[in-house]
């Protein structure tokens, strides 16, 4: 069961604003009442036909732009004393970079765009993307969309102030991938190379978690954390009562309260024919044996650098990430990695 469809049957009225790419996207799904998406999961930022509740809508304007109305329109349904949960994921930063309107590029008229590195390009990239390295006119684009988004949650944010719900509303900031834009020679993500990589910057994500009566500000928490860890996070921190069955997920709420609950630091990951582990100071990504699988460690080589798995210092460390990898996945019912197929 999705943590939305449990949160609607706890009393929530729930509302998606933006990507769904999850397929079925023509109407609402998973517990959502209000629901407003491009079906298809992409596309260009202006020209596009949106289905807002269950009505395709011929809409001109900005892709970001046209989220943000919407997530507004279903805060503006909601009556201040009944819960809710607006979920807005927003298209941008991502490819294609067609258009950004000018109040979003003027900023960056002129700039240097130092914070892009300029690095030789990864004999790995996806050449469908390599047109993009060391390109400014895709950094100034990348930066566009990033301040379309910044724009819009101040918008949302806004709005949960003017309806006096600030304070006693729970932000939470995320995404649902990284991005090179010439970390490693690549621009992309995941499969910005070919084989698929697992950098920090592909897979690492920002996390923010924000409500101003209930957690402190500030605060930099220490566990590592990941995507699946949600579902059990969410629902513990609003206290409803976790569904059976198992799941790779745990609840790291108590952190958010204030307390140090014991936490090993283990992160999984799986991406098509590519599975990773990952601890405090090594990264280890095994593929399929077309490919070569990687050791890195993080603590001397932070920028992946230096493929490690033959190192003989590392030999024990890799038998042991190598089968707690196979064990993770096992337990949680997937198939070998042997058996992918494309």
Not at 47 to 61: C, L, Y
Not at 90 to 97: E, I, Q
Request: proline share 7%.
């Amino acid at each position: 069961t999705p943590y939305s469809e449990i949160l609607a049957n706890n009393g929530y009225s729930l509302g998606m604003c933006g990507k769904w790419h999850m397929g079925r996207d023509d109407k609402a799904q998973a517990g959502f009442s209000y629901w407003a998406t491009v079906p298809g999961g992409g596309g260009p930022y202006r020209g596009m036909t949106f289905v807002i509740n269950g009505e395709s809508r011929a809409m001109p304007g900005f892709k970001t732009d046209i989220v943000g109305d919407c997530a507004l329109d279903f805060l503006a349904r909601q009556k201040a004393e009944n819960p809710f949960y607006l979920l807005v994921p927003f298209y941008a930063p991502h490819t294609p970079y067609d258009y950004q309107p000018d109040e979003y590029r003027k900023s960056f008229e002129g700039s240097k765009f130092s914070c892009f590195p300029r690095t030789p390009m990864n004999p790995w990239q996806n050449r469908d993307l390599a047109g993009m390295h060391n390109d400014v006119k895709s950094m100034h684009a990348y930066s566009a969309l990033i301040a379309g988004v910044d724009h819009n949650v101040g918008r949302v944010v806004k709005r949960l102030e003017e309806m006096g719900v600030r304070d006693n509303t729970l932000v939470i900031f995320t995404a649902d991938q990284g991005w090179n834009a010439g970390h490693h020679g690549v621009w992309g993500k995941g499969n910005g190379t070919v084989p698929f990589n697992m950098y920090e910057e592909s897979l690492r994500v920002p996390m923010i978690w924000n409500h101003p009566r209930a957690i402190r500000a500030g605060q930099t928490l220490s566990p590592m954390i990941s995507s699946y860890d949600y579902l059990p996070t969410i629902l513990d921190y609003l206290g409803i009562a976790q569904p059976a069955g198992k799941r790779p997920g745990r609840s790291y709420a108590g952190f958010l309260r204030g307390a140090r609950p014991q936490w090993r630091n283990r992160l999984y990951f799986e991406y098509e024919y590519v599975r990773g582990i990952r601890t405090e100071n090594l990264k280890y990504i095994e593929r399929t044996k077309e490919w070569p699988s990687e050791l890195f460690d993080l603590e001397s080589d932070p920028g992946e650098t230096r493929n490690a798995i033959n190192d003989p210092r590392h030999k024990k460390q890799l038998e042991t990430l190598r089968a707690e990898l196979k064990a993770f996945f096992k337990e949680n019912g997937a198939p070998p990695i042997e058996e992918w197929r494309s």
